[in-house]
């Protein structure tokens, strides 16, 4: 009798030999499409079987890939599905964050152990983006991929006004007008700065007035995560409806002009895990099996959905799991989700030199930091917002005197660019998340 696991090494076999017939644009043989529909089959009952949420959310990406290449009609009109879940998860933000900041610090009332926590959570954020800004700088200048690129005589154009910032705006946008502005629009930053000012201040009330207040947002944090887990039961349709219409869309004969970009991406973040994650992870002796058991689930969340913020409920449920104290987690997560968007960063300083050398503008290595550092600055705030990080080019560029139609042309493979770099978001907040917790003594590793 057939195990879960064997079907789980079947699957993975016909996907194997489905994807070298995609590879060689072999799509319309009966080994190739017989090979696509058996690996469903098998991977369906081992999902059946295992009963996990997780193996069902990878399932369902391949899914939706397989029905993105063969019913590409279907395909096109399921981007409903997908807009589905992500409202409902949107939905869960701005009262959770509300909810586990304010409980966070005023439930504790130590405003010192909090404002010990931001520093050390900006210094750590700082160090970590800007060595992935330098990755991504590097990486773009050995390889090159913008030289010889030939723009198509037509690109495909966003609805996007393309407006210079100054420091002024940056500083201005951090912070709220109208918290109810900022819920609606999805501001993070915003809503963080208004938590934390309120938190401060319940905490500097007296217990009659503050009990009342702190016994409501810490019941609204629970309503939230169990209103997490009831839009869960939806991801595997969401996700898997994201990935096919994405694959419908774009088709994979759009990659070949790009694929060297894609490449320099994906090998800059695999080179930024490995070199920097991976070395923090030893020197705070993290449990990498835990860890890596707990963040599977809103990576490939965020991976599919190309949302950080699609993820941020499991994100923050999982790293509790393993240890890490609610009062951190609540902390520590939101703020990194507006100044440690590692995977963004290190894409906006790679994507910015790609566009002046796709125009065959050459530019100095001082002139790179220039820009660089200030998509730095402009992208705090977006990791939330699907493929935000083309409004920020946009408004680079335009800063920078640089050409928008290599920024148009990155449309065709922004998708799979952004769902590296948004599953590497998820996972350098969670592991900081833990670095923070481990610098304040206060990890208690869980079974």
């Known amino acids: 009798m057939f195990k879960p696991r064997n079907f789980l090494i079947t699957a993975l076999l016909l996907l194997l030999i489905a994807a070298i017939s995609v590879y060689f644009g072999d799509l319309d043989s009966v080994l190739s499409i017989t090979s696509r529909w058996l690996t469903v ?43 589905i879940f992500l409202k409902m998860i949107k939905t869960v933000i701005a009262p959770l964050l509300f909810g586990t900041l ?38 773009i200048n050995i390889s090159g991929a913008g030289r010889g690129i030939i723009l198509p005589a037509s690109t495909e154009k966003l609805e996007v006004t393309a407006t210079k910032q100054t420091a002024t705006d940056i500083i201005l946008h951090i912070f709220p007008e109208n918290i109810a502005k900022s819920v609606a629009e999805g501001q993070i930053l915003q809503i963080v700065i208004f938590s934390i000012i309120f938190g401060i201040a319940l905490a500097m009330v007296n217990d009659a007035k503050r009990m009342p207040v702190l016994e409501f947002a810490e019941s609204l944090s629970e309503v939230m995560f169990k209103f997490t887990n009831i839009i869960m039961y939806f991801a595997p349709i969401g996700v898997g409806a994201a990935v096919a219409y994405t694959i419908a869309h774009m088709g994979f004969e759009v990659l070949s002009n790009l694929l060297q970009l894609l490449l320099t991406l994906y090998l800059a973040l695999v080179a930024f895990i490995l070199l920097v994650l991976v070395p923090v992870g030893l020197i705070i002796k993290l ?33 509790e799991k393993i240890g890490v104290p609610r009062k951190i987690v609540s902390f520590v997560m939101p703020t990194g989700y507006s100044f440690n968007l590692d995977g963004t960063t290190l894409y906006l300083s790679l994507a910015s030199v790609f566009v002046a050398q796709a125009a065959g503008i050459e530019m100095s290595w001082s002139a790179q930091l220039v820009m660089v550092f200030t998509l730095m600055l402009t992208s705090k705030g977006v990791a939330g917002v699907p493929r935000a990080s ?30 590296a770099r948004t599953s590497v978001n998820v996972i350098g907040n969670c592991l900081a998340t833990v670095v923070i917790a481990k610098w304040e003594n206060e990890f208690v590793e869980k079974d």
């Not at 959570?121 to 700082?126: H, N, R, T």
């Not at 800063?399 to 042309?409: D, H, M, Q, R, W």
Request: proline content about 4%; overall charge neutral; charged content about 15%.
């Open 390 to 419: 083309l409004v920020i080019l946009l408004g680079t560029a335009a800063s920078f005197n640089l050409p928008a139609e290599p920024i148009f042309v990155i449309l065709a493979i922004d998708s799979l660019m952004d769902m």
């Open 287 to 319: 449990p990498f099996k835990k860890f890596i058991h707990a963040i599977a689930e809103p990576v490939s969340i965020a991976f599919a959905t190309t949302s950080s913020e699609s993820a941020l409920p499991k994100a923050m449920e999982a790293m």
């Open 102 to 139: 304010v409980v966070g610090i005023a439930g504790h009332a130590n405003l010192k152990q909090i404002g010990r926590m931001g520093i050390k959570s900006l210094i750590y954020f700082e160090i970590v983006t800007t060595i992935a800004l330098f990755i991504g700088l590097a990486a």
């Open 41 to 83: 089959i098998c991977f369906c009952i081992y999902g059946v079987k295992q009963k996990s949420l997780t193996a069902w959310i990878f399932i369902s990406m391949v899914i939706g890939i397989f029905v993105g290449i063969d019913f590409p009609e279907i395909a096109e009109n399921s981007k409903v599905l997908s807009s």
